[in-house]
C-alpha cells in the first residue's frame, strides 16, 4: 500500500510550481490590423488616447497600419497585452495578441 506521507513528491510539486513563477515571463506584442472601416485620424486618436503614444508616434504606428497591414502598438506581460487587446475591440480596432520573438 502506498501513502504520500514521506513524500517528497509535494515538497517537489511546490518547488516546480516556485521556480516556474519565478521565470521570466515571455514578452507578448498587441497587434492591431487594417481594415476598412475606422478613419486612420481616428486610429492615431485610440493609439494617443490608450497607449499614451506622441502624436507623431501615433501616426507612425497608424500609418504602419494603413499601409503594412499591422502594427505592434504595445508590448508585455500576457495580461497586460490581453487586456490591450480587448481595448482595441471595445474602441473597435481589429487586434491580437502574439508572443514575441
Known amino acids: 500500500m502506498s ?3 514521506g513524500s517528497t513528491l509535494t515538497d517537489e510539486a511546490t518547488d516546480l510550481a516556485t521556480d516556474l513563477r ?3 515571463q ?3 506584442q498587441v497587434v492591431v490590423w487594417n481594415d476598412p472601416v475606422n478613419l486612420m485620424s481616428y486610429v492615431s486618436w485610440v493609439f494617443r488616447t490608450y497607449f ?3 502624436r507623431k508616434r ?3 504606428l ?3 497600419v494603413h499601409t503594412d497591414g499591422r502594427a505592434i502598438v504595445a508590448s508585455g506581460a500576457r495580461e497586460e497585452a490581453e ?3 480587448t481595448a482595441m475591440h471595445n474602441y473597435g480596432l481589429q487586434a491580437t495578441l502574439e508572443g514575441a520573438e
Do not use: F, I, K
Open 3 to 5: 501513502t504520500t506521507a
Open 62 to 64: 497608424m500609418m504602419q
Open 58 to 60: 501615433a501616426e507612425h
Open 52 to 54: 499614451g503614444h506622441s
Open 22 to 24: 519565478t521565470l521570466p
Open 83 to 85: 487586456r490591450d487587446v
Open 26 to 28: 515571455r514578452p507578448y
